[in-house]
């Protein structure tokens, strides 16, 4: 924790006439200040937040998402699993582990982590877009076409989904099933094909600065 951040920040409650002691005083200005984006001030705050009640599993998991954000992964994978220590059944702190895990190529623990929060909250597209993603590229085909094809029942307006279903049905040699999906992906997302050039652009652009 940056102490010369908390000392600023103390001083500022004070000056509101807000109880510096009370932990969800912390949290308030911790989401506050995460949301506009100053992620030095929220994660001094989540972490006092934490000091002064260490069973607020929500306040773990966005102090885990706010170091995710600066690329510090040890130390957002330890925030969430200090969340899911207070609360085991929180999808949405599964979903951000299995996150963590994604990036930094652990993909069995991901697969994990993103199974889990599924089974915790089967409305979670994004979760099951994240699973089937993962299985694809431990090779489990099977299983990540179904995990994409749930995404897409789902969310069927979710254009994450559906290209992922389409590069999986490519790869696997199936090209007609694949032009299919295309096909029913522009039906119901008509500029489908605009955020896939705009995304094919993007990486295009990345590669060329490396």
């Given at each position: 924790?940056?102490a010369a951040?908390?000392?600023e920040?103390?001083?500022e ?7 510096i ?13 995460y ?6 001030e929220?994660?001094t ?5 934490i000091?002064?009640?260490?069973s ?14 600066q690329?510090?992964f040890d130390?957002?994978e330890?925030?969430?699993?200090g ?24 993909l069995d623990d991901?697969?994990?982590?993103f199974?889990?929060?599924t ?10 877009v994240?699973?089937?993603v ?7 085909i ?5 995990a ?5 029942k ?5 254009y ?8 999986l049905?490519h790869?696997a040699g199936?090209?007609?099933?694949a032009?299919?999906?295309h096909?029913?992906a522009?039906e119901i997302?008509?500029?489908?094909d605009?955020?896939?050039d ?13």
């Open positions: 924790m940056d951040v908390l000392r920040l103390t001083e409650l004070e000056k509101m006439g807000y109880d002691e009370d932990a969800e005083v912390w949290y308030d200005l911790g989401s506050e200040l949301n506009s984006n100053h992620l030095t929220a994660e705050s989540f972490r006092q937040s000091n002064l009640d260490p607020n599993a929500q306040a773990w998991c966005d102090l885990g998402a706010t170091l995710f954000l690329n510090r130390e957002a330890s925030a969430f699993k969340g899911l220590e207070n609360d085991n059944e929180d999808s949405y702190i599964w979903y951000n582990l299995g996150c963590v895990y994604n990036v930094i190529d652990r991901a697969a994990i982590a199974r889990r929060a089974e915790l909250n089967p409305s979670n597209a994004d979760a099951w994240n699973l089937g993962v299985l694809s590229s431990v090779r489990e099977q299983q990540a076409e179904e994409l094809r749930r995404s897409i789902i969310r069927p307006e979710h994450v989904g559906w290209l992922n279903l389409i590069s049905l790869r199936r090209s007609k099933e032009e299919e999906a096909q029913k522009l997302i008509p500029d489908f605009n955020f896939t705009d995304i094919n652009e993007f990486v295009e652009s990345v590669d060329s600065t490396e």
